[in-house]
């Protein structure tokens, strides 16, 4: 018997080491769109997710402020970056597949379902081009340590679909945007070419998980007659601890459907 989409997300989350999840995470991506495409469908299902994703041994998780900062001029410090973003990476794998399982039992256009599982595709293309470039410098995916509590957005939304749009896609992942032409000029600096493509794959390809996001934000206002912009700061003040901080890639996230009105008044503590 085939597997309906919520328990395909929860075989994603609970392989814990990174290559076997996106692995998997891929194939269960393109057994969705072939489904899709053709004429034997895959039920969407429901499914009880764990409240935390399995994840390997390794990289031991500390607290931020004991996660040593190295300095981007020196090749350490950018294997220090490339490690911090396929950290971030593998957390949007379990996010992207997490929002479809938790969210399964509510009644949504399959585009939907349509569009997280694209964005968790791509999330697994994008930890697999972090880790081929760790690699790539001698290092790997698990040899420093990494963020504890990237798994908090997650677990503070849990029962709340407006909420997990608002603080995932629309606040996390668009400081994704603001904060990644940045990290492209380091490795541009330093004649890093792998490093550099994998990047601008990531920032071109991040651009519409935001826009998912804005899209199924404004879809459940609708749904549900509230007024989005006041619905979405409410929802962020609720959930997400601390202000936004710019400066903002306006142009980026104009495209994503993120209009300023939105963030900027969210930089100011209430
Ligand atoms: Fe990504
Ligand atoms: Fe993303």
């Excluded at 004429?39 to 390997?56: E, F, L, S, Y």
């Excluded at 070419?193 to 651009?207: N, P, Q, R, S, W």
């Amino acid at each position: 018997m085939s597997l309906t989409l919520a328990e395909m997300a929860v075989e994603v989350l609970t392989t814990a080491d990174g290559r076997a999840k996106t692995a998997l995470s891929r194939r269960h991506a393109a057994a969705w769109r072939a489904a899709r495409r053709g004429d034997t469908p895959i039920a969407v299902g429901t499914a009880n997710p764990p409240m935390q994703p399995a994840r390997p041994a390794r990289p031991e998780l500390a607290n931020p402020r004991d996660v040593p900062r190295r300095k981007p001029g020196t090749t350490e410090g950018r294997i220090a970056l490339l490690h911090a973003v396929a950290h971030i990476e593998l957390n949007a794998v379990d996010l992207h597949w997490d929002i479809i399982a938790r969210f399964s039992h509510v009644p949504l256009p399959m585009g939907f379902f349509d569009d997280w599982v694209s964005a968790a595709d791509d999330e697994s293309k994008h930890f697999n081009l972090m880790a081929d470039c760790l690699e790539a410098a001698g290092s790997h995916y698990g040899a420093l340590a990494a963020h504890a509590g990237m798994w908090r957005a997650a677990e503070e939304t849990a029962t709340d679909l407006m909420a997990r749009l608002a603080v995932v896609p629309m606040v996390l992942e668009a400081r994704g945007l603001d904060v990644t032409p940045g990290m492209i000029d380091v490795f541009k600096r330093a004649k890093e070419a792998e490093a550099v493509a994998a990047l601008e794959t990531i920032y071109g390809e991040e651009v519409s998980h935001v826009a998912y996001g804005s899209k199924w934000f404004n879809f459940l206002c609708g749904r549900n007659d509230l007024d989005p912009k006041d619905a979405f700061h409410a929802l962020v003040r609720k959930h997400f601890h601390g202000v936004l901080k710019p400066p903002f890639n306006e142009e980026k996230r104009a495209d994503a459907g993120l209009p300023p009105d939105f963030y900027w008044p969210l930089t100011e503590e209430v």
